[in-house]
């Protein structure tokens, strides 16, 4: 059953404590993307990767860090100097990065509450 | 940057009405990209559109994009309560690697 996956669904951590989630594809996608989406609005993106062992920022990368050591593999960490952590974080992966192959598939996404 | 617009932000309909949301850029856009997203779930990719002036359909769906590559809209035919939910449109990103930005998206709410 082929997919793209994210854990927790929920994730409830104190100010101050880095935080990692985890996304997982067996969709043998090269791209892989991860999204910040705050209640009413759109995906904001925060990092990108093209394929295996690179990655590169996007537009809100700050706080932020994540590895691409196995093509099936994106964890983002979200460090204690994220100011604003509390999100709905959504992982994504894409055939290849560019056109005609780059519609992106989503995880179900991670509910993360910053106390 | 890049900046993807979309109108409008809300929309209530009765069921059976139909529904048409806009997205709008500031530069010409190659390709675009359009999502919906339920209530509590996530995105799921609908269509890409490519060439200028195209028009696909996908049964009471249709997807347009303008001629000048600027626009594009999406046309819900006799919604469904099904049809509730989020939708975005992605195109490119202005800067080299970026891959997609994504409209604030319009949220549909069909009344039974």
């Known amino acids: 059953d082929g997919g793209i996956t994210q854990s927790p669904k929920y994730l409830f951590r104190k100010e101050g404590q880095n935080v990692t989630l985890s996304c997982e594809q067996n969709l043998n996608h090269d791209a892989m993307y991860w999204y910040r989406q705050d209640p009413g609005q759109g995906l904001r993106l925060i990092y990108y990767?093209?394929?295996?062992?690179?990655?590169q920022k996007g537009d809100i990368a700050e706080g932020y860090s994540v590895s691409r050591e196995k093509k099936e593999s994106f964890p983002l960490t979200v460090t204690s100097a994220q100011k604003n952590p509390t999100a709905f974080y959504l992982c994504?992966?894409?055939?290849?990065?560019?056109?005609?192959?780059?519609?992106?598939?989503f995880g179900p996404g991670t509910r993360l509450t910053v106390l | 940057g890049q900046q993807v617009m979309q109108i409008p932000q809300y929309q209530h309909v009765q069921e059976g009405e139909d529904f048409t949301t806009y997205c709008n850029s500031s530069t010409t856009l190659s390709n675009i990209q359009w999502y919906k997203q339920r209530p509590g779930g996530h995105p799921v990719f609908l269509i890409q559109l490519v060439k200028s002036g195209e028009v696909k359909k996908q049964k009471r769906l249709t997807f347009q994009f303008g001629e000048a590559k600027k626009n594009s809209s999406l046309h819900i035919t006799a919604t469904q309560t099904t049809d509730v939910g989020t939708y975005f449109c992605a195109g490119p990103g202005k800067n080299y690697g970026q891959n997609f930005v994504f409209g604030p998206g319009t949220r549909l709410s069909v009344l039974p």
């Open positions: 990767s093209q394929i295996v062992n690179d990655f």
């Open positions: 994504a992966s894409s055939p290849s990065w560019g056109p005609p192959d780059n519609e992106q598939f």
